[in-house]
């Protein structure tokens, strides 16, 4: 298994503003995955964080609206930059691990509302 | 990319009745199928999986079935219980490759 800790759990953000979010994870991993959940909505992976590398990106996403960080082989952020109300979602990091590196793991998540 | 299609978005099932959620997808190097189980509020949590070499696993009250021809599976869940009740995601993944992909999520409701 895997304990991902990632922080804040929730914040209320003016528009305009920045929020980054934390992702610390209990042991070495390559990959940490950053996904968006709409309300009601499934798994949108936004980024790819490789250590030593710039992310990966999906399309619709980039990296001047969110920046991602990877400084160590357990630590992540995801920023979201200069935020409006549709940014308004829950943000998910995520690891790999288990047998073949399938089983995905999760954090619990940071619920962001943009007034 | 992987495309990954579930249906139905929602599901209503009474209680003891099964329930059943299907999955297509359109890479045919996916070789890993996970289930991941949503409660409200909280992070998904794998619940089942399969590979391609086999065409069903069963866990208890939950069983997976693989269709590699036809490039669907399938999630079964018999005398379903009112904490059965959460968002079911279906996903595809390539072993070695750590990249997953997401259905679009099926909310089960199970009645008392």
């Known amino acids: 298994s895997a304990v991902i800790s990632q922080k804040p759990s929730r914040d209320i953000c003016q528009r305009g503003t920045s929020l980054t979010i934390q992702c610390q994870v209990d042991?070495?991993?390559?990959?940490m995955f950053w996904y968006r959940q709409q309300p009601g909505q499934s798994l949108t992976l936004i980024a790819t964080?490789?250590?030593?590398?710039?992310?990966?990106?999906e399309s619709g996403f980039v990296i001047d609206k969110f920046p991602i960080s990877r400084p160590n082989l357990t630590f992540s952020t995801l920023t979201v930059s200069n935020m409006s109300p549709e940014d308004s979602s829950i943000y998910l990091c995520?690891?790999?691990?288990?047998?073949?590196?399938?089983?995905?793991?999760f954090g619990q998540g940071t619920r962001l509302t943009v007034v | 990319g992987e495309n990954v299609e579930q249906h139905p978005s929602t599901l209503s099932v009474q209680e003891g009745d099964s329930a059943v959620i299907k999955c297509t997808y359109s890479?045919?190097?996916?070789?890993?199928f996970p289930w991941y189980k949503q409660e409200l509020g909280k992070r998904p949590q794998l619940i089942i999986d399969?590979?391609?070499?086999?065409g069903e696993k069963k866990d208890q009250r939950i069983a997976v079935t693989l269709n590699k021809t036809a490039k669907h599976f399938s999630l079964h869940i018999t005398e379903t219980q009112p904490e059965d009740s959460a968002v079911y995601f279906c996903a595809a993944s390539t072993e070695g490759y750590q990249k997953v992909t997401f259905g679009t999520g099926t909310k089960l409701q199970v009645i008392p």
């Open positions: 890479d045919s190097a996916s070789n890993y």
């Open positions: 042991s070495q991993v390559t990959m």
């Open positions: 995520s690891v790999v691990r288990g047998f073949e590196n399938t089983e995905a793991f």
């Open positions: 399969i590979r391609s070499n086999v």
């Open positions: 964080a490789n250590q030593g590398s710039e992310a990966t990106y």
